[in-house]
């Protein structure tokens, strides 16, 4: 699945949008791979990512099968990082969401010292992944370019809507609900924060950056579209 | 998916959580209910809503009160107060939906997890996509508009009278009747998914009739297409083969997903195949 690849915005958007991930080759190198997986997140961890995920259980902030009415009041929207990593118990894809530049190529550095032997992809902008490899002192290996959208592109929304939507690759967050905290935000019914929050539950492998969402909220704010 | 009305209270969280807007308040019922014909059975409404679990009546109760006093009900948007959405067992071929769009769940119907395969992502262990050689990942449906099998279909006949071999361990060409020809299995043609994926692998020389191929088939289809293009870069990192044609087909290339190269085979078993082939 290439879930991460095709987020909508140009270079420039994606100044504070970095996800490195990794991943196992089945048959190759999946075998006692679930602790390499753990380490992989635990060095994301030191480096302050906005999100973690595994793409079995979710990330770092999850709705919840019991939630108390009274939580309406006082929701709790702190990501639970820990619990991610914790939670990773098969082989899956292991991810981490950064807001700078430095922290991936801090853990692209971390990564390759450690030498877990699992491939370890980056996904953002071109020049934003030569600059991680550039400071880990890799070369980049192979390149999955991102065409963006064709076809019938009448039927999308616009584009303030298809960046924070198209954060999740599944396409769990609907456009609508995208939308929707648009509008939230610009009455002021709901903080970018909080906004961003709601939208970051429906992601079910933990890619969604929701400082991206957050800012891109702020954006959109004083936007008529 | 279904959701029960006995617990429903018609608050309308869910009519916007839908990714392909299936789920509207019947005003005969006064119940939110699925369009099935295209609801896709992704999950996004069971699985990414909280749930809760008040008593139905008492919140009918106090939303009619406070329609009555134009108060708005303002609920958490993300939130469903009744717990109502309760899992369809699934038959084929509408379990192929949901293999399609949950991304939780490995391909039950093929036996293949994800919609894809590891494409470039592993590549460097793989070696899936070697130098000189093009894997396009052609998506359909993404992002949010979905797809019809059939409408796959198209573009999958088009490439194979083209001559293009499938990736063979992709999820859409485990559905095919014939891989020569790229006919899809006539019981899944009428499902429709939320995205789906067709992986094909070409000698660079042929990126440009690839792509103008998929362009002439997206004119037919009432869908959009999202079209990823792998390469190998060479060892000092650059890839400056297959960006440029992409380029001189008037694409900006924006994003990438870069694979770094710090994979290396680790399971004996492959271990020992790959120092049998060294040695042959």
Known sequence: MTNTLHRFGDAESFRDDYVVFAIACRGKNDEGSVPKLRKFLELALKHKPVNLGDARHGGALRSSRNLNPLSHWNRDDKPDFQAVIDGLDTTTTAAAVFDNLEAAEALTRDVRDADLGLSVNISTSITGAEACCHAAGIPRHSAGYSLGFEGKTEHLPNSDVLKISTMCGHGMVSTSLAKKMIDWVKEGRRTPEQASAYLTRFCSCGVFNPARAERLLEEARGRSR | ?280
């Open chain 2, 1 to 280: 998916m279904k959701i029960n009305p006995d617990k429903c209270v018609a608050c309308g969280n869910c009519t916007y959580v839908c990714p392909m807007g299936a789920i509207y308040i019947d005003p005969k019922i006064k119940r939110a209910t699925i369009d099935r014909d295209e609801c896709v059975e992704c999950y996004a409404c069971f699985n990414g809503m909280s749930q809760e679990h008040m008593n139905p009546t008492l919140v009918r109760g106090l939303r009619k009160v406070f329609s009555i006093m134009r108060l708005r009900f303002d609920p958490e948007p993300d939130v469903c107060p009744t717990a109502a959405f309760e899992p369809d067992e699934l038959a084929w071929p509408r379990v192929v939906r949901r293999a399609f769009s949950d991304p939780r769940v490995p391909h039950e119907s093929t036996g293949v997890e994800g919609r894809g395969t590891e494409e470039v992502k592993t590549n460097d262990i793989s070696g899936r996509v070697k130098t000189g050689e093009v894997g396009f990942t052609i998506e359909f449906g993404r992002p949010g508009v979905g797809v019809w099998m059939r409408e796959i279909q198209d573009m999958a006949w088009t490439l194979a009278k083209a001559g293009v071999a499938f990736e063979k361990r992709n999820p859409i060409t485990s559905l095919m009747t014939d891989v020569n020809t790229g006919t899809l299995r006539t019981d899944i043609l009428n499902e429709k998914v939320m995205s789906a994926i067709l992986e094909i692998k070409v000698p660079v020389s042929r990126t440009e009739e690839i792509i103008r191929l998929v362009w002439d088939v997206e004119k037919r289809i009432d869908t959009v297409v999202a079209l990823g293009v792998g390469t190998r870069c060479d060892e000092a990192g650059n890839e400056t083969i297959v960006a440029p044609v992409l380029e001189r087909l008037g694409y900006k290339l924006e994003r990438a997903k870069t694979n770094v190269g710090l994979g290396r085979i680790t399971n004996p078993s492959a271990q020992e195949a790959q120092m049998e082939t060294v040695a042959r």
